[in-house]
């Protein structure tokens, strides 16, 4: 059974810094697409970064140059470094994975459980 489960989440003060860390374990096929988006109360949910299989990244206009996302050597886990957090960026972060299972031929999408990042003074 797939999990993606997700840390690092917690209280900072504006202009601080926090990683998130996304570990997913299980049969994952082929993922091509990580991704984390975020859902603030009463917002719905957005995206803020991509990482491809090939390396290539992506970000939303809110978060480019502050938020960095990254994964690991054998690409089960991924980052989000984000860094001058300010209020507006509290939220809950998901992680999502995307890909291909070979064996039943057909696109999958996993997500994480969420992680709970507030910023305030």
């Known amino acids: 059974q797939v999990q993606l489960v997700g840390s690092g989440g917690g209280l900072v003060q504006p202009g601080g810094s926090l990683r998130l860390s996304c570990a997913g374990s299980?049969?994952?096929?082929?993922?091509?697409t990580m991704w984390w988006f975020r859902q603030a109360p009463g917002n719905q949910r957005e995206w803020v970064a991509?990482?491809?299989?090939?390396?290539?990244?992506n970000y939303a206009d809110s978060v480019k140059g502050r938020f960095t996302i990254s994964t690991d050597s054998i690409q089960n886990t991924v980052y989000l470094q984000m860094n001058s957090l300010e209020p507006e960026d509290t939220a809950v972060y998901y992680c999502?994975?995307?890909?291909?299972?070979?064996?039943?031929?057909?696109?999958?999408?996993?997500w994480g459980q969420g992680t709970q990042v507030t910023v305030s003074s």
């Open positions: 991509a990482l491809t299989r090939g390396g290539a990244t």
């Open positions: 999502k994975f995307s890909g291909y299972d070979r064996v039943n031929l057909r696109p999958y999408e996993y």
């Open positions: 299980g049969n994952i096929d082929r993922v091509y």
